[in-house]
């Protein structure tokens, strides 16, 4: 098994610019989750899904937009990059709660919005 | 809104003291799951914690989910230099939704 594999792992955008960061799963998870995570801070909920074609908003959702059209896949678009938005985003997934719920992420992908 | 609080925020010791983080709630939780993150690298999940009062053990590492649920702790004994990272709490926030702490950062002088 992969994991949770993510493309790309750098990627420098300009200003206004749109982006897809792509997350892949092959443990058949139910639940997957985008994280940003700041220099040296915590990790902040973006968006998460329970199952495919269900998705809902986290903490910090402006910007961003996601879509689960199948199990493996939970891609996060950007729309309009902003230098807030520089940040290391990881996708992660878990088996829901009561089947041991641990959350596996992916290496994650560093992006820099100049 | 759920607030979790980690303290301290950053911890340097020399290799074999030992270290603690502590990560606190402001709501009772149903679990807390603790994560650690090397340099550069993704957070790796350690352990979850489920029954009040429960001490779990991983080798060096002690977790310990406090009485009433809205606490806990990650001890290590005799650091080493393996050590070295970011230590997270993570609790749920409802049924799918999980809020990370601030993490603790170690540092282990050899």
């Known amino acids: 098994n992969a994991g949770v594999t993510q493309t790309p792992k750098f990627r420098i955008l300009k200003i206004g610019q749109s982006m897809t960061l792509q997350c892949t799963q092959d443990m058949n998870h139910n639940y997957m989750y985008w994280y940003r995570q700041d220099p040296g801070m915590g990790l902040k909920l973006i968006y998460y899904s329970v199952g495919a074609g269900i998705t809902d908003k986290g903490e910090v959702p402006n910007g961003y937009n996601v879509s689960r059209s199948t199990t493996e896949d939970f891609p996060l678009r950007l729309e309009l990059a902003a230098p807030s938005q520089t940040s290391v985003y990881f996708c992660a997934s878990s088996y829901p709660r009561g089947q041991g719920n641990e959350q596996f992420f992916g290496p994650g992908t560093r992006l820099t919005v100049l | 809104g759920q607030q979790v609080m980690q303290i301290p925020q950053y911890q340097h010791v020399q290799e074999g003291e030992d270290f603690t983080t502590y990560c606190n709630s402001s709501?009772?939780?149903?679990?807390i799951q603790w994560y650690k993150q090397r340099p550069g690298g993704h957070p790796v999940f350690l352990i979850q914690l489920v029954k009040s009062g429960e001490v779990k053990k991983q080798k060096r590492l002690t977790f310990q989910f406090g009485e009433a649920k809205k606490n806990s702790s990650l001890h290590i004994t005799a650091t080493q230099t393996t050590d070295v990272g970011t230590y997270f709490c993570a609790v749920t926030s409802g049924t799918y939704k999980y809020i990370f702490g601030t993490g603790t950062r170690l540092k282990v002088l050899a």
């Open positions: 709501t009772t939780l149903s679990n």
